[in-house]
């Protein structure tokens, strides 16, 4: 997969001729619609084969982010975590869960439900977990 997520901004750090050094310095955490945006394009760029014919996103039905969190605007200050679980009454989800640095809880960031086999969202947990950095 070619696409990357980022939770975090940072810049150069310059030195003391005000060029750029190979050292970079964190500035603040992206905003969640900017993390859902990169999301979305991940999940565009997986294509799925094997009777569906189509990206991860179009497979997908539906995308959820936390509306406690859009209130906030920012991405949790943590790690984002990938994982799979079943749907409450039906498919399966991919879940984006950040372990909260400033709370210590873990927080639900985004939902993506499938109503695939077990397999191919197992996969796509795979591709979006490695796409986070």
């Known amino acids: 997969m070619e696409n990357v997520i980022r939770v975090e901004e940072y810049r150069p750090v310059l030195d003391s001729e ?3 050094t190979n050292l970079v310095t964190y500035v603040k955490q992206k905003s969640l619609k ?3 945006q990169q999301l979305r394009e991940a999940l565009k760029s997986i294509y799925l ?3 569906w014919d189509c ?3 179009e497979a997908a ?3 959820s982010t936390n509306s406690e ?3 906030k605007g920012e991405f949790p200050n943590g790690e ?3 994982v799979f679980r079943e749907g409450s009454s039906e498919g399966y989800l991919l879940q984006v869960i950040c372990h909260d640095r400033s709370t210590g809880n873990i927080v639900p ?3 993506v439900k499938y109503l695939s086999d077990e397999e191919t969202v197992w996969f796509l947990v795979r591709c979006i977990h490695n796409a986070f950095k």
């Open 109 to 111: 960031v985004f939902s």
């Open 61 to 63: 039905e539906w995308v």
């Open 18 to 20: 005000g060029k750029e």
């Open 80 to 82: 984002p975590i990938v």
């Open 49 to 51: 084969e094997g009777g």
């Open 55 to 57: 990206n991860a996103l």
């Open 69 to 71: 969190l859009l209130e």
């Open 34 to 36: 900017d993390v859902e």
